[in-house]
């Protein structure tokens, strides 16, 4: 991009952003260079320039700097400036935290609030192994009862056990559909009605204080309307949330760290293979953000593929999520090889270069084979 002049405008914005951001709290600089259309080094270079160690207090997610170096005063939130009615409102804003980012340790020095993420995908409810809560338990009794019972009693624990949750990721699939590839003979109800109230309890079960939903794949969530977009405006009419989003792909930022989130990531039949998709939409989430387009993520989050899988350098790491729903639809029984897995994640996150996440699994969540023994 060529450089160009910074006019008086700008700068008056600029230094209202800089001014607020002092107030309430740090601003992300790759979200200021996409309002401004500029690279992300023309605003730190402009920040440092004019207002030297003081603005730079201001912008956290860049690497030159060192954390000893920033100082953070007071408390609030940490607000998103949006376009102005001139400006490109194409391009999706990134997630921002509304709640503090920065306590203060003492003079010269700053230490993070560790934020905590929970990551949950592919409930499929309606489904006869999908997240079922206890209110849908009883009225649908088949082989399946007891896997059911189970999966919602890990589900409750693991995610009561973390709880408060900062902010809650639902990634895609969180209804089950129509279940036109069996006839709805896998389903315990096709009723998307249901599928969708199921959803929501699962969700407020969480009590989050935030919420993102990712639209999952057409063949579950609609391919003739988004049921996902109905559970979302559910919940933000029955849920309090500090802030909530709905979308394909979405970019949440949590104390400076850029996760990217989407359903769907291509599969493999080998073990091996598995980690290759994931370092592909790496390739693509950088390619994106030299577009300017996308900030560069730190974390990449997939679903879809009911699989557990990480990839990652030395800069990023990415996972395919396990799923919350076990194995008994006759497509996962009857075609792949693979194993599923049971389960979800969460991070707890100080900053863009300290960061800790756990996967918590419900081992092997299915019946076992019984062999035939020829007497």
Same mark, same amino acid.
Request: hydrophobic share 35%; net charge negative.
């Given at each position: 991009?060529?450089? +160009?002049?910074?006019?008086?405008?700008? $700068?008056?914005?600029?230094?209202?952003?800089?001014?607020?951001?002092?107030?309430?709290?740090?601003?992300?600089? $790759?979200?200021?260079?996409?309002?401004?259309? +500029?690279?992300?080094?023309?605003?730190?270079?402009?920040?440092?320039?004019?207002?030297?160690?003081?603005?730079?207090?201001?912008?956290?997610?860049? +690497?030159?700097? #060192? =954390?000893?170096?920033? $100082?953070? %005063?007071?408390?609030?939130?940490?607000?998103?400036?949006?376009?102005?009615?001139?400006?490109?409102?194409?391009? #999706?804003?990134?997630?921002?935290?509304?709640?503090?980012?920065?306590? %203060?340790?003492?003079?010269?020095?700053?230490?993070?609030?560790?934020?905590?993420?929970?990551?949950?995908?592919?409930?499929?409810?309606?489904?006869?192994?999908?997240?079922? #809560?206890?209110?849908?338990?009883?009225?649908?009794?088949?082989?399946?009862?007891?896997?059911?019972?189970?999966?919602?009693?890990?589900?409750?624990?693991?995610?009561?056990?973390?709880? &408060?949750?900062?902010?809650?990721?639902?990634?895609?699939?969180?209804?089950?559909?129509?279940?036109?590839?069996?006839?709805?003979?896998?389903?315990?109800?096709?009723? +998307?009605?249901?599928?969708?109230?199921?959803?929501?309890?699962?969700?407020?079960?969480?009590? =989050?204080?935030?919420?993102?939903?990712?639209?999952?794949? =057409?063949?579950?969530?609609?391919?003739?309307?988004?049921?996902?977009?109905?559970?979302?405006?559910?919940?933000?009419?029955?849920?309090?949330?500090?802030?909530?989003?709905?979308?394909?792909?979405?970019?949440?930022?949590?104390?400076?760290?850029?996760?990217?989130?989407?359903?769907?990531?291509?599969?493999?039949?080998? #073990?091996?293979?598995?980690?290759?998709? %994931?370092?592909?939409?790496?390739?693509?989430?950088?390619?994106?953000?030299?577009?300017?387009?996308? /900030?560069?993520?730190?974390?990449?989050?997939?679903?879809?593929?009911?699989?557990?899988?990480?990839?990652?350098?030395?800069?990023?790491?990415?996972?395919?999520?396990?799923?919350?729903?076990?194995?008994?639809?006759?497509?996962?029984?009857?075609? &792949?090889?693979? %194993?599923?897995?049971?389960?979800?994640?969460?991070?707890?996150?100080?900053?863009?270069?300290?960061?800790?996440?756990?996967?918590?699994?419900?081992?092997?969540?299915?019946?076992?084979?019984? =062999?035939?023994?020829? /007497?």
């Amino acid at each position: 991009m060529q450089r +160009r002049s910074w006019d008086g405008e700008e $700068e008056s914005k600029l230094r209202r952003a800089l001014e607020e951001a002092r107030r309430t709290g740090p601003f992300v600089a $790759e979200e200021v260079a996409r309002i401004f259309g +500029r690279p992300v080094g023309s605003v730190r270079e402009k920040v440092r320039r004019e207002w030297g160690a003081d603005g730079v207090a201001a912008i956290t997610g860049d +690497r030159g700097i #060192p =954390p000893e170096s920033m $100082e953070r %005063i007071g408390g609030g939130e940490c607000e998103y400036y949006p376009p102005s009615s001139e400006e490109d409102h194409s391009r #999706p804003p990134p997630l921002h935290f509304k709640s503090p980012c920065w306590e %203060i340790t003492g003079h010269g020095g700053i230490a993070q609030k560790a934020k905590r993420l929970l990551v949950v995908s592919d409930f499929h409810c309606g489904h006869r192994v999908g997240l079922t #809560p206890p209110k849908w338990q009883a009225g649908y009794p088949d082989k399946y009862t007891e896997l059911r019972r189970r999966y919602w009693e890990f589900y409750a624990s693991t995610v009561e056990s973390l709880k &408060p949750i900062d902010m809650m990721v639902v990634n895609g699939d969180a209804v089950g559909g129509k279940g036109a590839s069996s006839g709805g003979t896998d389903y315990i109800t096709v009723d +998307r009605v249901a599928q969708i109230a199921m959803a929501m309890e699962c969700i407020k079960f969480a009590e =989050p204080a935030g919420l993102v939903i990712i639209l999952g794949t =057409p063949f579950h969530t609609g391919k003739d309307e988004d049921w996902e977009e109905e559970l979302f405006n559910r919940c933000c009419d029955s849920m309090t949330l500090n802030v909530a989003k709905l979308g394909e792909e979405e970019d949440v930022i949590v104390n400076g760290l850029v996760v990217n989130c989407k359903h769907f990531i291509g599969s493999s039949q080998v #073990p091996h293979g598995r980690h290759t998709a %994931i370092a592909r939409d790496r390739l693509w989430n950088l390619i994106w953000a030299e577009h300017e387009q996308r /900030p560069k993520a730190h974390v990449l989050i997939r679903s879809h593929v009911h699989y557990f899988s990480i990839a990652g350098g030395s800069n990023w790491i990415g996972f395919a999520t396990p799923a919350l729903q076990g194995l008994g639809c006759k497509f996962g029984a009857r075609k &792949p090889s693979g %194993i599923v897995d049971f389960g979800l994640m969460h991070f707890d996150i100080e900053g863009p270069h300290k960061f800790s996440y756990e996967k918590h699994e419900l081992p092997l969540a299915t019946t076992p084979a019984q =062999p035939v023994v020829v /007497p």
